[in-house]
């Protein structure tokens, strides 16, 4: 998927180790998101952020940390990993208005044992 | 708060039949209205949106679906299904003015019998 590059795809984890997921775009839009994909419960909004040095939270935010000092990256942390947080994640960026669809990252899959 | 029903989790159709994938919302502001499509370990692509003028929106791959405001519908059609349409389709929602994202539904797993 053009503009928005996620890294690693693939992660597994302990539960109780830390780790942050990486999301990289070169579209210049202002508007970055994090969903989880769960099997049965679609996507779920984690955190998102409408310029650099602003993000809020969206439906699922426990758990999970970010910040954006930068327009191009919005990175997730997960400060101590649980087996809930057990899911494929997608990072997706939005130009500008309600109406502009999101482009999504291709996600990374994270196991937590 | 908006939300999105998707009529089925799994929907099977043999090939060259009608496709037919259902969407209710609800939105107390007139929404915009997406559908998704997500190919085995991909990201989610945009197969077409509503916005506001005409109701039947047309989209990629020969999908279409039609902005029904008095059933709170927005249903996803093809013609014809195709082997290379089997995948997850998400029907989303985005209040006008919201910043805070798209409201997605659960999901339909779409199965083309040969």
């Known amino acids: 998927n053009a503009g928005v590059t996620q890294t690693p795809k693939f992660q597994v984890l302990k539960t109780g180790q830390s780790m942050t997921l990486q999301c990289a775009q070169d579209?210049?839009?202002?508007?970055m998101s994090w969903y989880r994909q769960d099997p049965g419960m679609g996507l779920r909004l984690i955190h998102y952020?409408?310029?650099?040095?602003?993000?809020d939270q969206g439906e699922v935010p426990n758990g999970y940390n970010v910040s954006r000092s930068t327009t191009e990256d919005f990175p997730l942390r997960l400060l101590s990993a649980a087996p809930s947080q057990t899911s494929v994640y997608f990072c997706?960026?939005?130009?500008?208005?309600?109406?502009?669809?999101?482009?999504f990252g291709n996600g990374t899959r994270l196991t937590v044992t | 708060a908006q939300s999105v029903t998707q009529l089925g989790s799994h929907v099977s159709v043999s090939e060259g039949a009608l496709v037919l994938l259902r969407c209710n919302y609800s939105?107390?502001?007139?929404?915009?209205l997406f559908w998704y499509v997500q190919y085995p370990n991909q990201g989610l692509q945009l197969l077409l949106k509503?916005?506001?003028?005409?109701?039947l929106v047309k989209g990629i791959n020969g999908f279409e679906a039609e902005f029904k405001k008095s059933e709170t519908s927005f249903h996803l059609t093809k013609p014809s299904a195709h082997m290379s349409d089997a995948a997850e389709y998400f029907c989303?929602?985005?209040?006008?003015?919201?910043?805070?994202?798209?409201?997605f539904g659960k999901g339909t797993h779409l199965i083309i019998q040969p």
């Open positions: 579209m210049n839009h202002e508007y």
């Open positions: 997706a960026i939005r130009g500008t208005g309600p109406n502009s669809p999101l482009h």
């Open positions: 952020s409408v310029g650099a040095g602003i993000t």
């Open positions: 989303a929602v985005s209040d006008r003015g919201g910043a805070d994202g798209l409201t």
């Open positions: 939105s107390s502001v007139p929404p915009y």
């Open positions: 509503y916005t506001t003028g005409a109701t």
